[in-house]
């Protein structure tokens, strides 16, 4: 049994910010399932969006990303997050983050549904810049233990030892990779900052750790989770048999590359006045509809008309591990198509990343605060991590005295009974690979009541089959995260099936506009 003042899951720049101020104020442990380097926020490439340009305003901010939400965001909440932005650069710059500068200024980028410049940036490489240095000082502070290779695998709380009081986090247990053991960890405060659930879909731009985790466990702990129907496909990923995950920044576009199909014709000025510049809802479902029509397995994005020092410079990461793969940026268009790139929904929280559960807090993808909406702006991800892991520890520090429930509820620590090792991990591939085909199949872009109906009565047989080997069988990473995996798929088709029309992300051909004369609404599941 560990004691700690202050629990982070999760590594990325939620977690680390949290983290980083959390240690002015007691013990930290940030656990993470992996090594510490490998979050989402480590893969993204774009940037980070915060008024920096005198012609730039907080209103056009607010604005666009309103406009992208579809009707769903709290206008409240993004204009707190988008008017915060400034300090919270200032406090990245003061972590030593180098963002991108030209003339005693920042070098701002554009990006879809961005009226104006406003996207700071650090290269093509934005998020290694962030993490990296977040990591490094955080390593360096003394006061935060980092327990790589700690997979958190469900949450304690007073209503699940069956105490009839207020519902409050009392701790996590996780299982210790390295010594095999599963831990009992004790905090009044814990902080979710796990990331989103790219891998439930077969093609992402996620890395291997987004599994949803966070998700899961807050559901399956009693918390309250919204809009997860909303996943954002990103226009373009690269189409490349060797390099399935990678990234074509939308800084691309942003810079001049222009969407065309097969035929060498640029096909978006026909679905949007923004053309390659639309939000990405608007994108993906063109690109979806431009592959189905033409029967071309791609698209492509053309910036060879920009000089080839100017795009290797821009975007180095980009146009050599194109070369890498024979394709010369500079000189041909990149094949692309869309792939699975960020949950937009997530645990419910206010502006604070509060759940419905006292003590515990949940920040970045795995939250839904209401800034999103129905389809996320570019590069407003890493900006709401930032600014709601300040305001969380705020909160936290303010209304959750350290101690109380460590003082009043005695916790069981993790009992194995008599579960065996597995004996197939071929099993849980096999179930993981389904889950993944079935959502792209049937839960992708353009989703029907149908392929739903199909999608929800396959995950019901795969979750109580997952079930089942978790109760059996001695946990081990790969089975939490297939538990996790099914988990977070159920919720996507769930929330889906509710949806009984069309906005932002998720497009129905059964209800194909947006329905219901009252204002939208979120939809919410609380395991019942
Ligand atoms: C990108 O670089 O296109 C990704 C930026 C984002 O998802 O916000």
Redesign the pocket.
């Known amino acids: 049994m560990r004691e700690y003042d202050f629990i982070v899951v999760g590594s990325g720049i939620a977690g680390l910010s949290f983290a980083l101020r959390a240690a002015e104020h007691g013990t930290v442990a940030v656990l993470t399932k992996r090594e510490a380097e490998r979050s989402n926020t480590a893969w993204?490439?774009?940037?980070i969006s915060c008024v920096a340009d005198p012609e730039d305003s907080f209103e056009s901010h607010v604005a666009d990303t309103v406009g992208a939400g579809a009707g769903l965001c709290d206008e409240a909440v993004v204009r707190t997050i988008v008017e915060a932005a400034p300090g919270a650069i200032a406090g990245m710059v003061e972590q030593g983050v180098a963002f991108d500068r030209e003339n005693g200024g920042f070098r701002l980028g554009k990006?879809g549904g961005h009226d104006h410049r406003r996207i700071l940036h650090a290269r093509?490489t934005?998020g290694l810049e962030i993490s990296g240095k977040l990591l490094a000082a955080a390593r360096a502070c003394g006061r935060i233990d980092l327990l790589e290779n700690h997979f958190a695998i469900d949450l304690i709380t007073t209503a699940k030892l069956g105490f009839a009081s207020e519902d409050r986090i009392v701790g996590l247990y996780a299982l210790d990779e390295g010594g095999g053991e599963i831990v009992t960890f004790r905090s009044d405060r814990v902080a979710l900052c796990t990331g989103g659930c790219g891998r439930v879909y077969l093609y992402t731009?996620n890395p291997d750790v987004a599994t949803g985790d966070g998700v899961a466990m807050a559901y399956r702990a009693g918390a309250a989770v919204a809009n997860m129907e909303f996943v954002?496909f990103?226009p373009?990923c690269l189409y490349h048999h060797e390099r399935k995950n990678f990234?074509?920044?939308?800084?691309?576009r942003g810079e001049g590359g222009v969407l065309i199909g097969a035929d060498g014709a640029e096909f978006m000025s026909k679905h949007d006045p923004r053309a390659s510049l639309a939000p990405?809802d608007i994108v993906a479902r063109a690109i979806d509809g431009e592959i189905k029509r033409t029967g071309a397995p791609c698209v492509y994005v053309d910036i060879s008309h920009r000089p080839k020092d100017f795009i290797a410079s821009r975007f180095p990461n980009i146009y050599q591990t194109c070369l890498s793969l024979g394709i010369d940026a500079a000189t041909q268009p990149v094949p692309v198509v869309p792939a699975a790139?960020?949950q937009c929904g997530g645990v419910r929280t206010d502006v604070d990343g509060r759940t419905g559960i006292r003590g515990l807090y949940a920040i970045g993808e795995v939250a839904y605060t209401g800034l999103h909406g129905a389809n996320?702006l570019?590069?407003?991800?890493?900006l709401e991590g930032a600014v709601v892991a300040g305001r969380a520890l705020d909160h936290m520090v303010e209304h959750e005295p350290p101690g109380a429930s460590l003082r009043d509820y005695s916790v069981p620590e993790w009992v194995s009974g008599d579960a065996e090792d597995v004996d197939e991990l071929v099993v849980i591939y096999h179930n993981w690979d389904e889950i993944r085909r079935l959502m792209w199949d049937y839960v992708s872009i353009v989703r029907t009541n149908k392929r739903l109906q199909r999608a929800a009565t396959r995950l019901q047989n795969l979750r109580r089959e997952v079930q089942e080997f978790y109760w059996n069988f001695k946990i081990c990473s790969e089975l939490l995260e297939l538990r996790n995996l099914v988990e977070t798929a159920s919720l996507v088709v769930d929330c889906a099936r509710r949806r009984r029309e069309s906005r932002g992300l998720h497009y129905t051909l059964d209800f194909p506009e947006a329905g219901g004369s009252g204002p939208p609404r979120d939809t919410v599941m609380t395991r019942g």
């Open positions: 993204a490439q774009g940037g990006e093509d934005t731009t954002q990103h373009t990234l074509i920044s939308e800084a691309v990405r790139h960020y996320r570019a590069s407003n991800s890493l």
